[in-house]
């Protein structure tokens, strides 16, 4: 650290240390001194605040309180973790990149807090999926409706909820604060990060003024720029859509004469505009051509206004509330993990907007690490436990980036023929692979494990609810921080004997367990399969089954326990 006076002073600061003057002893001596020197108009060589740097402790450190960020402070805080969120920014941001909240996203706010996700459907728009309006070389006009369908995702939040992405941190971040007390820290840059077998230690500046920061562990979720990616030396391959340029712009419209319910792809040989309703009564329109929208002579509003013309009649620009423009790139960190620092979200996977699965798949990389960091910090699971992140959500960033990159190619892949490039939308199982990843309801960490064959989902698949009856559903079960054990009797009169074998097992497994027991009914063997044995089925606090067996296989279920838990 610098003294008042540089270098020179700087020295003396150490020969001080090297003599042994204890902060405490030199901080009174300023505080003695400094009105001495004042009233003699001598400044003090320097501060007891510059002579020691402040520092401090925490478990967890987040960099970044974007989308992952907030997502990941939640998630700790739910679990009693003590956890500091900093950001560069000096305030929330109030604009909006992404706008799309999916199927799967919904359920992980669902299984936090019913109230959570009401409060995202009473704001959003409830989207039914894609419109595809398209202009051959000639000029004319043909539509695809609906183009991607959502209706059919398997899910009970089977559309696509418009969302500002604003409005999606924010309402995470009043939860946070509102319920654990939990607020970023803004204006707070992380300026250095250095780690070894113990400990990170980061070096955080606002206003000036520099503090040190010991952790367990640091998750960078500092965007495309990570600082925290370089700091500590993370790869990443990177390469861009050439040829395309892309811009958005919020704006009221008059006269846009289709359905409000969907988001309309309008797309030709040179270009692709997409125009969206959002809440607030303005829309989104997002731009992409080969840089004639760009040109040095070009305002927004005409750019913009001169593709909508192509695609529909009688619309007018209304007032602008925000313009940006951008190349669009593939980014993805090599690895996600080293040693005790990860990155998460943007800082370790960026894709084409096409689809809108970006700030979905950084808040589900939150989601994943979230529990497994609280129970490593507690001591309740294995440090091992942390490495199942990397190769859990490595391989879904790449599903990512090739479902964005394939819908990329077809609405932007500016200079091929639009006809040709929109063969593929007329594909059923190529559609149907699109609404499945870009809902998030397809995505798994089964690996190469086959589905049980009494039917459905293996260990790694997505936990889907169930309508128990009475108001229930399965999600109402699991709505906790730990991994829920199901007991699923053949026979409902069976189910107090099946928890009672599973007491004590339950018991010492107590702060990582819960036990549910759930009756057979049709609605239930429609989704996990029906059975004449006792089955039981072990479920991750991110709501993955974690395993499958039947209650005579109890060494199973505890071999994958001891597995990850050191209990």
Request: glycine content about 8%; proline content about 4%.
């Amino acid at each position: 650290m610098k003294a008042a006076h540089g270098s020179k002073s700087s020295r003396r600061v150490g020969r001080s240390r090297r003599r042994g003057v204890s902060s405490s002893r030199s901080a009174r001596f300023m505080r003695a001194v400094c009105p001495w020197l004042r009233r003699r108009s001598i400044a003090p060589l320097y501060s007891a605040a510059e002579e020691a740097m402040k520092k401090s402790h925490v478990p967890v450190l987040v960099v970044g309180a974007g989308a992952a960020g907030t997502m990941l402070t939640l998630e700790l805080a739910r679990r009693g973790i003590k956890v500091r969120t900093v950001d560069r920014l000096p305030k929330p941001g109030d604009t909006s990149k992404a706008i799309t909240v999916h199927a799967r996203t919904l359920e992980m706010f669902e299984r936090i807090d019913r109230r959570l996700v009401e409060r995202f459907l009473e704001r959003g728009i409830h989207n039914r999926g894609y419109v595809l309006h398209l202009l051959d070389g000639a000029g004319k006009r043909s539509e695809v409706r609906p183009g991607i369908d959502f209706t059919t995702v398997d899910s009970r939040y089977n559309f696509i909820l418009v969302h500002r992405q604003n409005e999606t941190e924010q309402y995470l971040r009043e939860y946070t604060s509102a319920h654990y007390g939990i607020a970023p820290d803004w204006s707070t840059t992380c300026v250095d990060v250095k780690q070894d077998e113990t400990g990170v230690s980061a070096i955080l500046e606002s206003g000036g003024v520099q503090e040190e920061v010991h952790c367990h562990y640091l998750v960078g979720c500092d965007g495309p720029n990570s600082h925290v990616r370089r700091a500590v030396g993370f790869e990443q391959q990177e390469s861009d859509y050439k040829g395309t340029q892309l811009q958005n712009l919020d704006a009221f419209l008059d006269g846009f004469p289709d359905s409000d319910d969907y988001i309309h792809y309008c797309a030709g040989t040179d270009h692709f505009i997409m125009i969206v309703k959002l809440p607030g009564g303005f829309y989104r329109l997002l731009l992409s051509d080969r840089g004639e929208a760009a040109g040095p002579n070009v305002t927004p509003e005409r750019g913009f206004m001169r593709l909508v013309d192509k695609h529909f009649d009688g619309v007018t620009l209304g007032d602008v509330v925000w313009h940006s423009k951008w190349q669009s790139s593939v980014r993805l960190a090599h690895t996600y993990r080293k040693g005790r620092v990860f990155l998460a979200g943007d800082s370790a996977h960026v894709h084409s907007t096409t689809g809108g699965q970006g700030m979905n798949c950084c808040m589900q990389d939150a989601y994943n690490l979230g529990w497994k960091l609280a129970f490593v910090v507690k001591k309740y699971a294995h440090a091992s436990l942390l490495d199942t992140y990397e190769t859990e959500r490595r391989p879904i960033a790449e599903q990512v980036i090739s479902a964005a990159s394939s819908l990329h190619e077809i609405f932007m892949g500016h200079g091929k023929d639009i006809a040709e490039r929109a063969q593929k939308i007329r594909d059923s199982e190529f559609l149907a692979a699109v609404v499945g990843r870009c809902s998030g309801v397809s995505y798994t960490y089964r690996g190469l494990a086959e589905p049980p064959p009494e039917g459905g989902p293996a260990a790694g698949d997505r936990a889907p609810d169930v309508d128990l009856g009475r108001g229930r559903t399965l999600f109402d079960l699991t709505r906790h921080a730990s991994c829920t054990l199901l007991a699923l009797p053949a026979r409902e009169e069976q189910g107090a004997a099946l928890q009672a074998n599973l007491k004590g097992l339950v018991h010492r497994f107590a702060p990582v367990l819960e036990m549910r027991t759930v009756p057979p009914s049709a609605a239930l063997a429609e989704r996990y399969g029906a059975s004449d044995d006792d089955r039981l089925l072990l479920l991750r606090p991110d709501g993955y089954v974690a395993l499958r067996c039947t209650a005579g296989e109890t060494p199973k279920l505890e071999a994958r326990l001891h597995e990850w838990f050191a209990l």
